[in-house]
């Protein structure tokens, strides 16, 4: 223990004496050089990005880049990717999925290199392993669920229903007409409704489908719905739908401000991680005794690996409070 403690000293009274004018200036000097490189690729990825968003706006596709199909002949990223993607889709950032999934594999790739420049070559091998495995549990955790989804999107249908029941009276049509006007992953759900209309009795398909979906609100709106088929006022059942919509909708915003309610605490943890990421970084960069330490010694590794594992148990942390739950 002794022996740890002093070289924990040693680190510490090196860095210190390390830090004199000379090397800070430096220090600065290569900072801003990172920091102008770093500014060019990201000019140049925002252009590229840019440029897939006006195709997948004409085409309606989007498109992949050479890099991407060639990295995704690796099973594992290409799981990645397929993750990522939905992720992205589901925040309507199609464009950018290249450029995230390339800038993650650039990230797998620096840091293999670097263990294998300080010759830790089982952590060159285990380190992107277990980032990638990381990524998609992180991943999975921010996907939405899919009926949070469909409650976010259900005011909106509710909207289009009553319009589009303007002109025409059977469900089965209206349902379809509305499926068409909203997004996924209540489109599907819709469009399912319709298409099951067309061989069944409507009302066992709805009774059958609010017993499929355990949410009130579905559930509600399933009812409603036979209501509309069998009640003679259709105005009474429009109005019933109208409410249906406020409430849920005032339901949705509650949930809305509770997440955003989060958003400085999930803040200040991400500025806390992307610090403790610098300040490893430059100790690895700029200080020799702390190359020394944390690649050249039992302890220091430990240290290293724990310390950006609690970097990513943040993340993840902040990846659960921002969603929002059912």
């Known amino acids: 223990m002794e022996a740890v403690t002093s070289k924990v000293d040693s680190l510490i009274q090196t ?27 990201g000019y140049y990825l925002t252009y590229l990005n840019n440029e897939r968003k006006r195709f997948r706006l004409r085409s309606g596709v989007v498109k992949k880049s050479k890099g991407v199909k060639l990295i995704q002949k ?32 650039g990230i797998l790739a620096a840091v293999s290199l670097t263990f294998m420049v300080f010759k ?11 980032l990638a495995w990381y990524a998609r549990r992180l991943l999975r955790e921010m996907k939405q669920d899919s009926i949070v989804m469909v409650e976010r ?29 909203v997004d996924e ?31 009130v609100w579905l559930k509600s709106f399933a009812f409603t719905l036979i209501s509309y088929m069998e009640d003679a006022d259709k105005e009474a059942t429009m109005n019933n739908l109208r409410n249906l919509r406020d409430i849920l909708y005032q339901e949705n915003e509650g949930k809305v401000k509770l997440a955003s ?26 200080n020799p005794e ?14 290293l690996i724990g310390g950006f594992a609690t970097i990513l148990g943040t993340i993840t942390l902040n990846v659960r409070l921002a969603k929002i739950k059912k």
């Open 15 to 41: 860095t210190m004496t390390y830090m004199n004018a000379d090397n800070i200036m430096v220090m600065l000097v290569n900072i801003m050089l990172l920091v102008t490189v770093l500014y060019a690729l």
């Open 290 to 303: 702390g190359k020394e330490f944390f690649f050249g010694t039992f302890f220091g590794l430990v240290c």
């Open 185 to 215: 992953p209540l489109r599907g759900v819709l469009d399912t409704l319709s298409s099951r209309m067309i061989s069944r009795n409507p009302r066992e398909v709805l009774e059958e489908f609010s017993k499929e979906y355990e949410n």
């Open 120 to 130: 830790v070559y089982m952590m060159a091998i285990l380190a992107p392993v277990g």
């Open 74 to 105: 690796f099973k594992a990223l290409n799981k990645i990717y397929d993750e990522l993607e939905i992720v992205m889709a589901s925040k309507g950032k199609e464009h950018i999925t290249d450029t995230v999934f390339f800038i993650f594999t």
């Open 153 to 181: 999107l259900l005011p909106s249908a509710i909207d289009n229903f009553i319009r589009i029941s303007t002109r025409h009276n059977d469900v089965k049509t209206i349902l379809y007409e509305t499926s068409k006007v």
């Open 261 to 286: 309610e989060r958003k400085y605490g999930i803040m200040i943890n991400y500025a806390l991680a992307v610090a403790g990421v610098v300040v490893a970084i430059a100790n690895i960069l700029f």
